[in-house]
């Protein structure tokens, strides 16, 4: 099925294969990338599943990144599915310019949004434009009270180090979130995604599948890596109990 947003005008291929379907995913971040070189890091990953693209404005974490120019020079230059991380204030805003770029998700954090109920508004308008709706979850904040609004969202985006760098150790106990989440996906019979985010390496990334991540976003371990092309299939295996 060909992507159904207004400007990709030519056939894909990988962007419409949706998740769920083939976990476990490796999202390579390219805030880990060489950007003097972007296609060909892009290249570099095409064992990947999709393309994790974080967006930092500086003000909800004290690091600046890119925004949406870069991000559809991403969708330019790769057919993967593009998994939009919004580390920025409010996210609302910001959206429809987001879902114009390209992004196959959009992610939010529920700390950038007012309450529970905006939340799952932003969730709707971001499915409104026909783009996959996500939030994202600090380490300090508890995961409990967004369980009976799981259905509102495609996607969770757990994260596993402080937002705002790459290169950070992975904190194990973030797994708990995950397998609170994986439970209650599973007895309401959902299709949300887990996916984890922070340190993810071939030293974490089978503790995390084992937890009930389907997803699994790498920047230092793989584009830093001599091979990224065997790394990324090495994290997929790793996270497959192969
Ligand atoms: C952190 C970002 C992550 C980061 C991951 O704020 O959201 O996506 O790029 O980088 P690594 O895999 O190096 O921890
Ligand atoms: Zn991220």
């Known amino acids: 099925m060909p992507c159904s947003l207004p400007h990709c005008a030519a056939p894909l291929t990988n962007r419409d294969r949706l998740v769920g379907m083939s976990a476990p995913i490796i999202s390579p971040s390219i805030l880990a990338a060489d950007f003097s070189r972007l296609g060909e890091e892009l290249t570099a990953i095409d064992t990947a599943d999709w393309v994790h693209v974080d967006i930092m404005d500086g003000h909800f974490v004290p690091n600046l990144s890119f925004g949406p120019d870069i991000t559809a020079t991403v969708h330019r230059l790769t057919d993967k599915p593009l998994d939009v991380h919004l580390m920025i204030e409010e996210p609302e805003k910001w959206v429809e310019t987001y879902a114009k770029a390209g992004a196959h998700t959009i992610i939010f954090h ?14 709707q308008s ?117």
Do not use: H
């Open 110 to 123: 529920v700390e950038a949004v007012a309450d529970e109920q905006a939340a799952v508004d932003l969730a």
């Open 126 to 242: 971001i499915r409104g434009l026909g783009v996959r709706a996500a939030f994202s979850i600090k380490p300090g904040t508890a995961i409990e009270p967004w369980l009976d609004k799981l259905q509102y969202f495609d996607e969770v985006l757990v994260m596993s180090v402080e937002p705002g760098f790459g290169g950070q150790k992975f904190m194990p106990e973030m797994l708990e979130k995950v397998r609170l989440l994986r439970r209650s996906i599973d007895e309401q019979k959902l299709n949300t995604v887990i996916e984890i985010d922070g340190g993810i390496s071939p030293e974490t990334i089978e503790a995390a599948a084992a937890a009930g991540c389907d997803a699994f976003v790498a920047g230092s371990a793989v584009f830093k890596a001599e091979d990224p092309t065997s790394t990324v299939e090495r994290l997929r295996n790793l996270a497959a109990g192969v």
